[in-house]
């Protein structure tokens, strides 16, 4: 299996040179970082379950279940400190999910060791009951913070607003805001579901998951899309207007980053924002580092599965 680059520097390297290759401490370079914190993620992967035919124009050859797992495991042998996440949309695309609806995408999610997963608007595509029918498949969470299911079959703590992962003693708060339904989904498929303004949402929970819980680092898993040119919310406005977040894992616009992009929040801070296509054609991998006063720096890349 080809990689393309495997880690690129970003603009928030901070105190860190460029570390290139897959042998990331292997290079003779001693940092002064104590923990190092690897996020992988994907999004839109659309129950692409093998990889593309070698006739395929655009994507001979590109993704594919298997191939991604084998990549994970590889990545995680290098550091066990793994968090593995999706930024939703992982149902509807091809027959598969006609055939099984959503079952295979969530036993092979959770074969593969996903953390946490956040819903798009495709997910609903099998209806309230059908997301419920298939949620006892997934061993992993599902998170979202601005869909209020109180009036609905999901209620009951299905779906989590936030949690909490502790990886090497570094806190880890995960929350996820979705793209209003209305006018995208058909009413009957979502129901009650009532739609909060993600970017309050997203201030009120990065403050309380920073502050409160004392996370060392805040992820925002969005199905927003990246960039419009309108006024309607993408993750670029969502990472300028808030204060304390350190990474949105972004959906639903399908937009292939090479890495991450870097904003400037509401403090004039860094935050980086990533999205790697569509189809399980790329991984995307983000490397934190945390020194003894807890400073962080970060590179990250977009990996060709």
């Known amino acids: 299996m080809k990689r393309r680059t ?26 002064s970082f104590k923990k190092h914190i690897t996020i992988l993620h994907t ?50 695309g091809t027959p598969y999910f006609n055939f099984y609806g959503g079952e295979l995408e969530f036993k092979l999610m959770s ?8 819903l798009g608007n495709h997910d609903f595509d ?18 979202n913070s601005n869909y209020d299911f109180s009036n609905t079959i999901l209620d009951g703590g299905y779906i989590k ?10 806190k880890i708060g995960v929350f996820g805001v979705g793209i209003e339904l209305e006018g995208l989904v058909n009413k009957k498929m979502y129901r009650e579901t009532q739609y909060n303004d993600p970017i309050m949402v997203a201030q009120d929970l990065s403050h309380q998951l920073k502050n409160e819980e004392q996370c060392d680092l805040v992820i925002c898993l969005s199905h927003l899309g990246y960039r419009y040119k309108s006024g309607k ?8 207007r808030t204060e304390n977040i350190d990474l949105i894992i972004g959906g639903h616009s399908h937009t292939f980053l090479d890495k991450p992009t870097v904003v400037r929040n ?4 860094n935050v980086l924002v990533n999205q790697v296509g569509w ?16 400073n962080i720096s970060s590179e990250g890349a977009s990996i060709l599965v």
């Open 233 to 240: 919310i993408d993750d670029l406005k969502l990472a300028k």
């Open 126 to 143: 099998n209806g309230l009951d059908g997301l419920l029918a298939q949620i006892p498949n997934a061993k992993f969470s599902f998170i």
């Open 266 to 269: 509401a403090k004039d801070k």
């Open 43 to 92: 999004n839109d992967v659309h129950s692409h379950i093998e990889p593309f035919s070698p006739q395929n124009a655009r994507n001979p050859n590109a993704g594919g279940v298997a191939k991604r797992y084998t990549l994970i495991q590889k990545i995680r042998k290098e550091n066990p400190n793994v968090l593995l996440l999706d930024a939703g949309d992982m149902f509807q």
């Open 279 to 294: 189809a399980g054609i790329n991984l995307g991998r983000i490397d934190f580092y945390l020194d003894d006063q807890k």
């Open 6 to 31: 495997f880690i690129q520097k970003t603009a928030a390297a901070g105190f860190l040179t460029s570390i290139a290759g897959a042998g990331v401490l292997s290079t003779g370079f001693k940092p």
């Open 161 to 170: 607003p936030y949690e909490i992962f502790i990886k090497d003693g570094v």
């Open 111 to 118: 074969k593969m060791g996903y953390d946490a997963a956040t």
